[in-house]
T-cell receptor
């Protein structure tokens, strides 16, 4: 079983739609959680951290469910510029606490 | 503006060649990382360094080595390139502690080994 699992998509949505991605992780002792965004042929960039209480940044909302070991990302009022791959990232709890990246969920927003 | 640069965007090498990939960051970060990214496998950590001259193996270190002689520079070395090392290579840096979650990536080097 992969440490971090995501639906690869693609999720095809029209502009203005609300879309949600989930991600599950296998290590119940994981400490920190993040969403990164990767545009086509570009490097990943941190989108937002995911806190236990959930957090919101404009149109983006991230939630953590420790009991079920999943995190989610909700995008409201989708824009064409939101088209990208969204990487779910988990930080371990042992040693250096390296990051483990999911393979990503691809989002395509159409006019 | 923070910046991580990599020596080449595209590289084509022959099997058996020694390959050097260089990464430079200007953020005075202690931590630096080398990943490779392959379709369906995501980003996988090859090596990381948390200080000058310090290095630690990641998940897939076989066939690779690294060098960190200066804080701002982290090099990945393929001792004898093989076709299964054809991939996108990404370097990243981060500040220590909780900052490890916020990694800044370079633009990547797409390496093809023929």
């Amino acid at each position: 079983r992969k440490e971090v699992e995501q639906d690869p998509g693609p999720f095809n949505v029209p502009e203005g739609a609300t879309v949600a991605f989930n991600c599950t992780y296998s290590n119940s002792a994981s400490q920190s959680f993040f969403w990164y965004r990767q545009d086509c042929r570009k490097e990943p960039k941190l989108l937002m951290s995911v806190y236990s209480s959930g957090n919101e940044d404009g149109r983006f909302t991230a939630q953590l469910n420790r009991a079920s070991q999943y995190i989610s990302l909700l995008i409201r009022d989708s824009k064409l510029s939101d088209s990208a791959t969204y990487l779910c990232v988990v930080r371990g709890n042992t040693g250096f606490q390296k990051l483990v990246f999911g393979t990503g969920t691809r989002l395509l927003v159409s006019p | 503006d923070v910046k991580v640069t990599q020596s080449s965007r595209y590289l084509v090498k022959r099997t058996g060649e020694k390959v050097f990939l260089e990464c430079v960051q200007d953020m005075d970060h202690e931590n630096m990382f080398w990943y490779r990214q392959d379709p369906g496998l995501g980003l996988r950590l090859i090596y990381f360094s948390y200080d000058v001259k310090m290095k630690e193996k990641g998940d897939i270190p076989e066939g690779y080595s690294v060098s960190r002689e200066k804080k701002e520079r982290f090099s990945l070395i393929l001792e004898s390139a093989s076709t299964n090392q054809t991939s996108m290579y990404l370097c990243a840096s981060a500040s220590p502690g909780t900052g490890v979650g916020e990694q800044y990536f370079g633009p990547g080097t797409r390496l093809t080994v023929t």
